[in-house]
């Protein structure tokens, strides 16, 4: 079946400066999914990327999809306190459309210091 | 606060106790899903509904037990279930549309710890 892998597990940064999470599918993705959830949370929807080479931006979160659509990262500029969580990237393992369920990556952990 | 809202938050049983948990929401979402997350680790599938049909069921264990009594509500009823069980169970909904998968909404979870 599909899997989704993503690195780093966990990432510790300082705050202000930049953190990239990256998530690889063995196999075609109709489209990708990001999520984050917070200590204690539930996760809660980022953003989707649909097309090829798709870049899409949300204040200070860049999130970009491959070319051939198997890879993605996401890419947080200047970290904030606000921005620790787990950060999960998820695809559908079936063709896409409808209703189906996400496969989640293990998620990458992101720890600030103040 | 979310939309999607579960009940109980917490629950504690015992191994021959049964239990359901509960999932609603009002969005007018159709397709409407199972998650078992463990600590640290990415939720995982168990059941799928659209349009209050079960449509996916990835090979869990006949202890678990989904219902989808109408379009808002997702039940998922408990029996004989084993430590291994514990953890945070999260119910999610989403739009159906048939040319792309849409976005989930996931509830707070219902925390679940087997003596």
């Known amino acids: 079946g599909q899997q989704v892998m993503q ?8 705050e202000g400066e930049d953190f990239t999470t990256y ?23 980022l953003i989707q990327l649909v097309k090829s080479g798709e870049v899409k931006k949300q204040k200070r979160l860049t999130f970009q999809f491959g070319e051939a659509k198997k ?8 970290t904030q306190t606000t921005d620790v969580g787990t950060y999960f990237c998820a695809g559908t393992p079936y063709s896409g459309g409808g209703a189906d369920g996400l496969t989640f990556g293990k998620g990458t952990h992101l720890i600030i210091q103040p | 606060d979310t939309e999607v809202t579960q009940t109980p938050k917490h629950l504690v049983m015992g191994m021959t106790n049964k239990k359901s948990l509960k999932c609603e929401q009002h969005m007018g979402h159709r397709a409407m899903y199972w998650y078992k997350q463990k600590a640290k680790k990415p939720p995982e599938l ?61 509830g707070d979870g219902t925390r679940l710890s087997i003596l």
């Not at chain 2, 989904?66 to 808002?72: A, D, F, L, Q």
């Open chain 1, 7 to 14: 690195i780093p597990q966990y990432q510790h940064v300082q």
């Open chain 1, 71 to 78: 890879n993605s990262s996401l890419h947080i500029t200047a």
């Open chain 1, 23 to 45: 998530c690889n599918s063995s196999t075609t993705l109709s489209n990708i999914q990001w999520y984050k959830q917070r200590p204690g949370g539930h996760p809660v929807f």
């Open chain 2, 46 to 106: 168990m059941f799928v509904y659209s349009y209050e049909k079960l449509s996916i069921n990835e090979s869990v264990p006949s202890r678990f037990s989904p219902e989808c009594p109408n379009s808002s509500l997702l039940n998922l009823h408990l029996h004989a279930l084993q430590p291994e069980d514990s953890a945070l169970y999260l119910c999610a909904s989403s739009l159906y549309r048939t040319t792309l998968d849409q976005p989930q909404h996931f």
